[in-house]
């Protein structure tokens, strides 16, 4: 796929980069230069949802007619580019793009871009970064620092704070999957690493996401097990069944059974 060529970079010693930092998980919030964008600023809702669209983008490069089929699939071809093209303007303007030399938004007749300046952070570009990391390594005790960023920066469901989108549904569903994915993973490496009090501040963080997600209820059981506590062992079992029978209509596991059943006996 063809990538638009972004202009060359000035020195950073020139001090004419903006810079952005952008929040997705919970509540959006972009800021230009540490200085928050504000809902007036962004002028439409569509200029807003554009922007929203090139930031989940992997590369941050979309075309042209992939946005006019996201945010106006109603509408026929040319009306739907040419909805493009005004927003592209508006979006401008909230960013306070007027910066030649490095342009935040870059667009030719086919693609549009968002160009990402040096000492920007958008959280959701950390996140991936951090899950594909702890991928890649598999000894847990030199993945546990990215497996502690990602969790750490899931601060809650992908732009949960804005109208859902058809087009957010597959990032919201994919980020929060990778969350449980490494957050379960962290649980375990604390569990072999003795680090129960960590383990049990994020395991409870994790059920607060999905209270239904057993493995979690395990791990606290088995921490709770580790430091002697039984009657909370006993708690969390009783909870998990509970939980998993009203919003499930299943019961626990056979491992998580047996492990109540270890600390139960006589």
Same mark, same amino acid.
């Given at each position: 796929?063809?990538?638009?060529?972004?202009?060359?970079?000035?020195?950073?010693?020139?001090?004419?980069?903006?810079?952005?930092?952008?929040?997705?998980?919970?509540?959006?919030?972009c800021l230009r230069n540490?200085?928050?964008? #504000?809902? $007036?600023?962004?002028?439409?809702?569509? $200029?807003?949802? %554009?922007?929203?669209?090139?930031?989940?983008?992997?590369?941050?490069?979309?075309?042209? /007619?992939?946005?006019?089929?996201?945010?106006?699939?109603?509408?026929?071809?040319?009306?739907?580019?040419?909805?493009?093209?005004?927003?592209?303007?508006?979006?401008?303007? $909230?960013?306070?793009? /007027?910066?030649?030399?490095?342009? &935040? *938004?870059?667009?030719?007749?086919?693609?549009?871009?968002?160009? *990402?300046?040096?000492?920007?952070?958008?959280? *959701?570009?950390?996140?991936?970064?951090?899950?594909?990391?702890?991928?890649?390594?598999?000894?847990?005790?030199?993945? %546990?620092?990215?497996?502690?960023? $990602?969790?750490?920066?899931?601060?809650?469901?992908?732009?949960?704070?804005?109208?859902?989108?058809?087009?957010? &549904?597959?990032?919201?569903?994919? /980020?929060?999957?990778?969350?449980?994915?490494?957050? &379960?993973?962290?649980?375990?490496?604390?569990?072999?690493?003795?680090?129960?009090?960590?383990?049990?501040?994020?395991?409870?963080?994790? @059920?607060?996401?999905?209270?239904? *997600?057993?493995?979690?209820?395990?791990?606290?059981?088995? /921490?709770?097990?580790?430091?002697?506590?039984?009657?909370?062992?006993?708690?969390?079992?009783?909870?998990?069944?509970?939980l998993l029978w009203q919003? @499930?209509?299943?019961?626990?596991?056979?491992? #998580?059974?047996? &492990?109540?059943?270890?600390?139960?006996?006589?």
């Open positions: 796929m063809r990538q638009l060529t972004t202009r060359p970079m000035q020195s950073a010693t020139t001090g004419a980069f903006p810079t952005l930092q952008v929040t997705t998980f919970g509540e959006f919030r540490h200085t928050l964008i #504000t809902p $007036a600023q962004w002028r439409s809702k569509r $200029a807003t949802e %554009l922007f929203l669209l090139l930031v989940s983008a992997d590369t941050h490069s979309l075309t042209r /007619s992939y946005i006019a089929t996201q945010l106006w699939p109603e509408l026929d071809p040319i009306a739907a580019n040419n909805n493009v093209r005004v927003s592209l303007s508006r979006l401008r303007q $909230a960013l306070s793009d /007027s910066n030649t030399s490095y342009p &935040l *938004i870059i667009a030719d007749n086919t693609r549009v871009q968002l160009t *990402i300046p040096p000492q920007s952070t958008i959280d *959701i570009d950390d996140f991936r970064l951090a899950v594909n990391a702890s991928r890649r390594i598999y000894d847990n005790r030199t993945a %546990l620092p990215h497996l502690r960023h $990602a969790v750490e920066l899931y601060r809650g469901a992908y732009l949960a704070d804005q109208p859902i989108a058809d087009w957010q &549904l597959m990032y919201r569903e994919q /980020s929060a999957n990778e969350y449980i994915e490494v957050a &379960l993973r962290l649980g375990r490496t604390l569990l072999a690493l003795n680090l129960h009090p960590e383990l049990i501040e994020r395991m409870w963080t994790l @059920l607060n996401h999905d209270a239904t *997600i057993e493995a979690a209820h395990r791990l606290l059981m088995a /921490s709770y097990q580790a430091n002697g506590n039984i009657e909370m062992v006993r708690r969390v079992y009783q909870s998990c069944k509970i919003q @499930l209509g299943t019961s626990p596991q056979h491992e #998580t059974t047996a &492990l109540y059943q270890q600390v139960n006996v006589g």
